[in-house]
C-alpha cells in the first residue's frame, strides 16, 4: 500500500506505548538512548498494531515519498544527519547519474522473497505507473543497465547472483534497496541462510521503505535516485 507509519508524539510514555512497542513483531519500534521514540521504516512490515494499540502515538500517514539517501534516514526520529549530510550525499549521488541523461535501464534482481515486492516492481511497466514515460526502462542484461534495483532479504545462494550482477554493470552504478526484506531482512531479520538485508553486501544508495514497497514508492526512490525530484531540504529553508 503507498502509506507508512508516523509518530505523533515522540515522547510519549505511557502504557499503550510500551504495549505497542511489544506488540511490534519486528521491533520497528524502540526507545532511543535519549528515551524517544524511534521508528525504523526499515523494519516496519506495516502490519498496523501500533496504530490501533496506541493511535495517540502512531498514525498512519498516506503518501509515496518514503525513499531515503541513507539507512538512518529512513528512521523516524533519528537525527544523526544533518539536512546538510544529507545534502552532500545527494550532490555526490546527482554528480555520478548526470551522465544518464534521459534514458536509463534499470536491472531488478530479487535476492530471496515472498514475491509481493515483485509484483509491485512489475506493475511500474502497467499504464497506470507508466515507467516508460519517463524513459525509465527494465534491461536483461546488467551490462546494458544503470540502476540495479534489488528485493528479497539477501539469501546467501543468491550473494553470488547478486555480486556478479553488480560486477557486470558499467559505471556509474546505483543501487536501490526495494522493500523491508531488502533494507533488513523483514520480518525473517537474520539467520542461517539470509544476510538480513543487501546493506552488508552491496553498497545502497537509495533505501525505499515499504513491506512490499508500493510502485509510487519505488518511482519516487528511483526519481530520487536520478536527482529529478526537488529538494525539499532546500525549499523549507
Ligand atoms: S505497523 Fe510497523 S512499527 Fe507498527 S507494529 Fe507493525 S511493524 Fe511495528
Known amino acids: 500500500m503507498a502509506g507508512t507509519i508516523d509518530i505523533t508524539s515522540a515522547e510519549a510514555d505511557d502504557r499503550d506505548t510500551d504495549r505497542a ?3 511490534c513483531p519486528t521491533e520497528a519500534i524502540y526507545r532511543g538512548v535519549d528515551g524517544n521514540l524511534r521508528l525504523d521504516r ?12 496506541a493511535p495517540h502515538t502512531f498514525t498512519w500517514r498516506y503518501g509515496s515519498d518514503v525513499a531515503g ?13 544533518t539536512e546538510e549530510t544529507l545534502r552532500e550525499v545527494r ?10 541523461r534521459r534514458s536509463v535501464h534499470l536491472r531488478h534482481i530479487d535476492t ?25 526502462f527494465f534491461t536483461a542484461s546488467p551490462r546494458h543497465a544503470d540502476i540495479l534495483l534489488v528485493t528479497g532479504l539477501g539469501a546467501h545462494g543468491m550473494t553470488a547472483a547478486l555480486r556478479a550482477t553488480f560486477d557486470a554493470m558499467p559505471d556509474p552504478i546505483v543501487v536501490i534497496a526495494t522493500g523491508v526484506d531488502a533494507i533488513s531482512g523483514g520480518i525473517v531479520g537474520t539467520g542461517y541462510a ?8 552491496l553498497d545502497v544508495d537509495v533505501w525505499v521503505p515499504g ?8 518511482l519516487h526512490g528511483i526519481l530520487l535516485a536520478l536527482d529529478r525530484l526537488p529538494d525539499r531540504t532546500e ?3
Not at 539517501?69 to 544523526?80: C, K
Not at 539470509?194 to 553486501?201: C, D, K, N, T
Not at 513491506?211 to 519505488?218: G, T, V
Request: proline share 5%.
Open 91 to 100: 550532490a555526490d549521488l546527482a554528480a555520478r547519474v548526470r551522465r544518464l
Open 42 to 53: 526499515g523494519r516496519c512490515i506495516l502490519c498496523g498494531r501500533c496504530p490501533l494499540i
Open 112 to 136: 530471496g522473497s515472498d514475491g509481493s515486492d515483485e509484483w509491485e516492481v512489475q506493475a511500474l511497466t502497467n499504464p497506470v505507473y507508466d515507467l516508460h514515460r519517463l524513459g525509465l
Open 194 to 201: 539470509v544476510s538480513g538485508g543487501i546493506g552488508g553486501l
Open 69 to 81: 539517501f541513507t539507512r538512518r534516514s529512513i528512521v523516524v526520529g533519528e537525527h544523526v544527519e
Open 235 to 237: 525549499t523549507r529553508r
Open 21 to 23: 512497542i511489544d506488540a
Open 211 to 218: 513491506s512490499p514497497a508500493s510502485p509510487f514508492a519505488i
